[in-house]
């Protein structure tokens, strides 16, 4: 990661070596953006590399739990595994902790950035305010695309649901009432609050995959699960499996959605396979993603990605459909390795934070839309003003 020196003349370091790199503030275009990063998944993420691409320096402000109780409602998840989370996302060049809710030209000026990005939705104080007003008057804003099919809304929903088809059939009754209670804004359905489905593409696994290709010195580290909704539990353990080597070379090995369904049990997972792959893919711990990864680690694939070294975490080996250890391999061969992540936090658990605050969260939600719901009809009224005074303005210098 690198180092959170202040801007100016300095050197940034870079995790895969030792080298620093000298530079001045002048040289390099700064970037910030603003967020809770509540349930951060690979739609922040997205955001997050399209951001870093607007620049060379990328900072992220992120709120505290009292902000975003206040203009929001309650978070999943708290600060400090947001404030994680967020490092731990590889376009991520400099984390703020407790940054304000409202972005202003103080804020980015103490941050040295240049402008602030954000995606094509809107965000909107507890009074119902664009947070971005000033630095867009003053033409330090800058937009990147939202990306469709995902949300926090829609995850949370997924989780309250719990049906066999909570990613692969959005027009069942369930999941349409489930999108209502989320959605009862006043005035219909605002377009940033809702639900789509999201379409994986070949273009999406490039740009979040860093193509890089192990070098000769690299220790190739393997790892395998479900990862489903990537979490701070996953972050940690990760880390630990990136402090296993000099140089590691981490692959992880995600199991298709049977697979999981199979050892897990109840509904898992609830985000399919593609989902999960850009969750992992946007870690900065992981180097590759074997999408649909037996669940057996066998002699072929030690052999074909010539691992050196197999890691598990703490939970229970759940064995294969015959009964076999699915390590078996990687044990005889002596490179299967426990790790310990110090970090206990399952996809169980967040699931049980979010049935258990259901209410607050619905509420949540419909309080949200609302807000932007009154926004839009807002910039509808100014626009047919400005429209009709327009029309007016030009049929006086017809007369």
């Not at 030792?18 to 955001?47: E, K, P, R, T, W």
């Not at 330090?140 to 309250?160: A, F, H, I, N, P």
């Amino acid at each position: 990661m690198l180092n959170n020196k202040p801007r100016g003349v300095g050197q940034l370091k870079l995790p895969s070596n030792d080298v620093y790199f000298d530079f001045h503030a002048n040289d390099v275009l700064s970037s910030f953006c603003l967020h809770s990063y509540d349930m951060v998944h690979y739609g922040h993420s997205n955001q997050l590399r399209q951001a870093k691409a607007m620049g060379d320096y990328l900072v992220v402000g992120v709120h505290t739990d009292a902000e975003i109780s206040k203009h929001k409602g309650p978070p999943v998840f708290t600060q400090e595994e947001r404030y994680k989370m967020v490092r731990a996302i590889k376009w991520v060049d400099e984390m703020i902790e407790g940054a304000p809710y409202v972005t202003t030209l103080e804020t980015l000026d103490k941050y040295n950035c240049d402008f602030c990005v954000h995606g094509d939705d809107i965000t909107l104080t507890v009074d119902g305010k664009d947070t971005y007003e000033e630095v867009k008057r003053e033409g330090r804003y800058r937009e990147c695309k939202r990306t469709q099919g995902v949300s926090t809304t829609d995850l949370v929903g997924r989780m309250l649901l719990m049906t066999k088809t909570h990613h692969s059939n959005m027009d069942n009754p369930d999941y349409q009432q489930h999108t209502d209670n989320f959605g009862k804004g006043p005035k219909g359905h605002s377009p940033w609050t809702g639900v789509s489905q999201f379409l994986q593409t070949s273009q999406k696994i490039i740009q979040f995959a860093s193509g890089k290709e192990p070098q000769p010195g690299d220790t190739i580290i393997y790892v395998a699960g479900a990862f489903d909704l990537f979490h701070i539990g996953h972050v940690d353990f990760l880390e630990m499996v990136y402090k296993q080597a000099e140089r590691p070379y981490v692959i992880v090995g995600l199991h298709f959605d049977q697979e999981v369904n199979r050892y897990k049990g109840k509904n898992y997972p609830i985000m399919n396979i593609h989902e999960r792959t850009l969750s992992v893919l946007a870690c900065r711990y992981v180097s590759e993603v074997v999408i649909g990864a037996p669940y057996a680690v066998g002699k072929d694939l030690l052999d074909h990605f010539k691992v050196d070294l197999v890691c598990h975490g703490k939970t229970e080996v759940i064995p294969d459909k015959d009964a076999s250890d699915p390590y078996a391999e990687a044990k005889k061969r002596g490179i299967f390795k426990t790790i310990d992540s110090g970090n206990n936090l399952t996809t169980d658990d967040i699931v049980q934070r979010i049935i258990e605050n259901r209410l607050q969260f619905e509420a949540r939600n419909q309080k949200k839309e609302a807000k932007e719901m009154a926004m839009i009809e807002a910039m509808k009224r100014r626009e047919q003003q400005e429209q009709s005074e327009g029309v007016a303005q030009s049929e006086g210098v017809a007369h």
